[in-house]
């Protein structure tokens, strides 16, 4: 069977209709259908031309899935929702015109459509499901309009030909994995409509340089950044309350980090390996600093670490051969000198105590005049005890 003309009595197209019918070259639908079923002509690979009516309401899940001879399909504005995979692994088709009918659509709906150069999401759609433009390598450019209020998860996964990316302000939420592996995008600039970063969203984009974090921004998830080598720049923005695990992880290109004293935690692996870092400032919101946080930062040469910190994870600072050993201490920033009597305090308000000639003393860098004893003040690790200022630290060998 290479052709059907379907009779203008039949109102739908049932559930696997035509599932397989690996000879079916041209299929004629008439104006009575309402609704493609599910997976109706599923696997039809020497299908090359449809016309589906203006009378279609709705197109099945699976309903084109793997026809792969399909180079053009024309969406009649009639249709409101693409089903899941509706067009899924059709590798042939270079262009598809969806109308401002469709509300919807579906996950995996262009998945693997190799072909696809270019796509227009109208103002009608509200959402993109789960890796509805998965491996669409042929992808250069998507136009998203301000409709459109999330991405789903996985939405542009390993688009690797995407350039070009404009997410409107009306999007909240850019779900996991949505642009992962897509190396060949170089800038993004996130609206401050969007409160959350998923996981996994940037994973492996080699080619990103430069992105714009608006304060809008609450949460980045694990992994958002990782491995993308060619990122040189970013600003936290003082919305964030946690560095998550591996969210930089080996951002080689990476030379200047800002973290915002909104930040709690600096997670596990979360700047691992990042080369091309040479200082990091650890703002005094800090009070954890994860297992391998810093591991293997082999251009850092100074950190400032506050005195809120209670807690450095094990290898937090490892490999980091820019700094003078690999047994990392933290030092209070200040002065250490011997008593001369020619002080501006001469006792201790720790303990009281006068000065005498040569003790040990030490000045702490929040003002001249805070001036202890220095086994005293050793003993207090997180504010100075006159003005309650965090005491800050570095670290050194």
């Given at each position: 069977m290479t052709s059907v003309i379907i009779p203008d009595s039949v109102t739908s197209i049932g559930d696997h209709a035509f599932y397989k019918c690996t000879g079916l070259i041209n299929v004629t639908i008439p104006n009575s259908v309402t609704s493609i079923g599910h997976y109706a002509f599923c696997e039809c690979p020497g299908l090359i031309n449809i016309i589906i009516p203006n009378s279609v309401t709705s197109i099945g899940n699976g309903a084109f899935s793997g026809c792969t001879g399909l180079t053009n399909v024309a969406i009649p504005n009639s249709v409101m929702w693409i089903g899941n995979g509706a067009f899924s692994g059709c590798t042939g088709l270079t262009n598809v015109t969806i109308p401002n009918s469709v509300t919807w659509i579906g996950d995996n709906a262009f998945d693997g459509c190799t072909g696809?150069?270019?796509?227009?999401?109208?103002?009608?759609?509200?959402?993109?499901?789960?890796?509805?433009?998965?491996?669409?390598?042929?992808?250069?450019?998507?136009?998203?309009?301000?409709?459109?209020?999330?991405?789903?998860?996985?939405?542009?996964?390993?688009?690797?030909?995407?350039?070009?990316?404009?997410?409107?302000?009306?999007?909240?939420?850019?779900?996991?994995?949505?642009?992962?592996?897509?190396?060949?995008?170089?800038?993004?600039?996130?609206?401050?409509?969007?409160?959350?970063?998923?996981?996994?969203?940037?994973?492996?984009c080699t080619g990103l340089t430069n992105v714009t974090i608006p304060n809008s921004v609450t949460l980045i998830g694990d992994y958002a950044f990782y491995k993308c080598a060619g990122?040189?720049?970013?600003?936290?923005?003082?919305?964030?309350?946690?560095?998550?695990?591996?969210?930089?992880?080996?951002?080689?290109?990476?030379?200047?980090?800002?973290?915002?004293?909104?930040?709690?935690?600096?997670?596990?692996?979360?700047?691992?390996?990042?080369?091309?870092?040479?200082?990091?400032?650890?703002?005094?919101?800090?009070?954890?600093?994860?297992?391998?946080?810093?591991?293997?930062?082999?251009?850092?040469?100074?950190?400032?670490?506050?005195?809120?910190?209670?807690?450095?994870?094990?290898?937090?600072?490892?490999?980091?051969?820019?700094?003078?050993?690999?047994?990392?201490?933290?030092?209070?920033?200040?002065?250490?000198?011997?008593?001369?009597g020619k002080c501006e305090v001469n006792e201790c308000v720790i303990c009281y105590d006068k000065f005498e000639e040569n003790d040990e003393i030490f000045i702490l860098e929040c003002f001249h005049t805070h001036v202890f004893h220095k086994s005293c003040i050793d003993k207090i690790k997180d504010r100075c005890p006159v003005c309650r200022q965090p005491i800050e630290y570095s670290i050194s060998g």
């Open positions: 696809l150069t270019n796509v227009t999401i109208p103002n009608s759609v509200t959402s993109t499901g789960d890796n509805a433009f998965n491996g669409c390598t042929g992808l250069t450019n998507v136009t998203i309009p301000n409709s459109v209020t999330s991405i789903g998860n996985g939405a542009f996964f390993g688009c690797t030909g995407l350039t070009n990316v404009i997410i409107p302000n009306s999007v909240m939420f850019v779900g996991d994995y949505v642009f992962r592996g897509c190396d060949r995008l170089t800038s993004m600039t996130i609206p401050n409509s969007v409160t959350s970063i998923g996981f996994y969203t940037f994973y492996g990122l040189t720049n970013v600003t936290i923005p003082n919305s964030v309350t946690s560095i998550a695990n591996h969210v930089f992880y080996e951002c080689t290109g990476l030379t200047n980090v800002t973290i915002p004293n909104s930040v709690m935690f600096v997670e596990n692996y979360a700047f691992y390996k990042c080369t091309g870092l040479t200082n990091v400032i650890i703002p005094n919101s800090v009070t954890s600093i994860g297992n391998h946080a810093f591991y293997g930062c082999t251009g850092l040469t100074n950190v400032t670490i506050p005195g809120s910190v209670t807690s450095i994870g094990d290898n937090a600072f490892y490999g980091c051969a820019g700094l003078t050993s690999n047994a990392i201490q933290m030092k209070k920033n200040g002065s250490s000198m011997k008593y001369n």
